[in-house]
């Protein structure tokens, strides 16, 4: 439904440049209505035995399995990822809705005590849902980020918002669809489109309970602000600049495939990806080489053409200011060691593409070497040691991710011992944590205290009583 009036934001294939849809921008009004259906819906749905709100996401999950090639092609129409990337990422999409149907299981209090205190007084503790959710997501995972929140927040017997990313409104649309035709109760799922109106909204709306919000840091901070001044729960997730340490004693074929398919997969556009290699001592002019060599092996092209290996950049916007980060790097006098700034994709001309891009020789004191890229830019800083390494590490502020390669256990478990961001990688360029494992970084990557999905997910959404009894 279009709300009535909404100014209209253009959402495009990246591969293409083609409008494919218009965005409504929401405005508070229309948040207002869809939290008022969400906190309508809530008594009845949290009274709902939660063997019955499971089944919901078991027949959920049975859909998106039956959809899954159709939610392929629209998150890499929308979005611009390969359909490997695109597939990848609704296969972690599913991974989190069976983690949360175990939800009868992972939703029980757990304790309970008798004789606490005196005698003839027990004390046991239940999980209750908040109310409604807000959920609040970026446009690079649109198909996934949304559901480390909702699947949880639904079996805990939440109702919830959803505002996804205005750049890449399709697929949730779909979703949501979905989901619906599994027998979820009226206004228990909500979806609103837009933008920052819509978002401030939601953190101002005195019925929202709690906030789930991914993207930029600047954004994270605000959002964590604002809704934890309204007195909600809140859990922000914010942007990346992930450091990949390469020790000298590596096997670097091995090493620089992983890398590199870190730095460029989903054309950089992940917040796990590496940013920032730094090769260790002697490795570095070979590091640097098979990196340049990799990086030229990628074919640029339309994500939905098979044999892809990296597709563009959301939108036009994003390919701007990406180049325009490349050209002052490259103005300050950094060395470009590849320069993807004029790559074209020959049947696809007016598509929002930059090939990879690699800066050598980078230090913590150019914008490249600390800033988020959000796009296919590999930065290499090589250092003497793996205490330079750490050196480096500290006067980046965001701290989400971080890997190493070596041989050695001993350099492993230093890194994983004393690393600032709370994803570690030894020997994994990606180090994702599975839907049943915690999610989130640090510093300015995460502003709240309790992750995303796993058993994290059912501490953020659920709140923990505790009954005393006396029975005299
Ligand atoms: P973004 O911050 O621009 O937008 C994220 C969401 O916030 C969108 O829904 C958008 O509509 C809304 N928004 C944008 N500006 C706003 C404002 N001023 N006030 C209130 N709401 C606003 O992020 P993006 O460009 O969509 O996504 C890329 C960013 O997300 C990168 O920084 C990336 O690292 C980060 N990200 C982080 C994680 C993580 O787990 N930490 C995961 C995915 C993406």
């Known amino acids: 439904m279009r709300p009535g009036g909404a100014e209209l934001f253009d959402s495009y294939n990246p591969a293409t440049g ?11 009004s229309d948040v207002d209505a869809a939290v008022a259906a969400a906190r309508a819906a809530f008594e009845g749905w949290r009274e709902t ?17 039956q959809h899954f090639d159709e939610l392929v092609r629209i998150v890499t129409t929308n979005q611009g990822k390969t359909l490997a990337e695109a597939r990848g990422s609704l296969q972690r999409t599913i991974e989190n809705v069976e983690v949360a149907c175990a939800g009868p299981s992972l939703l029980m209090g757990g304790y309970g005590l008798e004789n606490v205190g005196s005698r003839g007084v027990d004390s046991h503790v239940v999980r209750q849902p908040l109310g409604v ?72 709306h005195p019925d929202v309970r709690a906030v789930s919000f991914v993207g930029s840091s600047p954004v994270a901070r605000a959002v964590y602000r604002r809704a934890t001044h309204a007195g909600k729960r809140a859990q922000c997730f914010g942007g990346a600049k992930n450091l990949v340490v390469v020790m000298p004693d590596v096997n670097l074929d091995d090493a620089i495939r992983s890398i590199a398919e870190s730095f460029f997969v989903c054309a950089g556009q992940r917040c796990l990806a590496a940013s920032v290699m730094v090769p260790v001592g002697e490795v570095h002019a070979e590091a640097r080489d098979r990196m340049v060599a990799l990086a030229q092996g990628y074919r640029l092209g339309d994500g939905a053409v098979e044999g892809t290996t990296m597709g563009p950049v959301v939108t036009g916007l994003a390919r701007d200011r990406i180049v325009g980060m490349i050209d002052r790097s490259a103005s300050a006098g950094v060395p470009l060691a590849l320069d993807g700034r004029t790559a074209r994709v020959a ?6 593409f930059v090939g990879p891009t690699i800066f050598d020789e980078v230090s913590a004191d150019v914008e490249i070497g600390t800033e988020e890229v959000f796009g296919p830019v590999a930065v290499i800083a090589p250092v003497k040691t ?27 478990r230093e890194f994983s011992h004393r690393a600032t961001a709370p994803m570690v990688g030894v020997n994994i360029g990606v180090p994702a944590p599975m839907a049943y494992f915690p999610f989130g970084g640090a510093r300015e990557s995460f502003f709240g205290d309790t992750k995303a999905h796993g058993r994290a997910g059912f501490d953020f959404f659920t709140e923990q009583k505790q009954t005393i009894y006396r029975w005299t």
Not at 21 to 27: D, E, I, M, Q
Not at 386 to 410: C, Q, V, W, Y
């Open 49 to 65: 035995p939660v063997v019955q709100r499971a089944r919901i996401l078991f027949h959920f999950h049975q859909k998106l399995e």
């Open 18 to 28: 083609e409008v494919i849809a218009r965005t409504p921008l929401s405005r508070a």
């Open 386 to 412: 793996l205490e330079d390494a750490f050196t480096l590490m500290h006067r980046i502020p965001k701290a989400n991710a971080a890997a190493i390669f070596t041989s050695s256990g001993k350099a492993a």
């Open 347 to 352: 049947d696809r001309p007016d598509g929002f």
């Open 133 to 204: 959710c807000a959920i609040i997501t970026p446009f690079n995972f649109p198909a996934m980020v949304p559901m480390m929140f909702l699947p949880y927040a639904l079996v805990s017997g939440n109702t919830a918002v959803v505002k996804p990313s205005e750049q890449v409104p399709l697929i949730q649309r779909r979703v949501a669809e979905l989901l619906l035709e599994c027998d979820l109760p009226p206004g228990v799922l909500n979806v609103v489109n837009g933008g920052r109106e819509a978002v401030e909204a939601l953190c101002d």
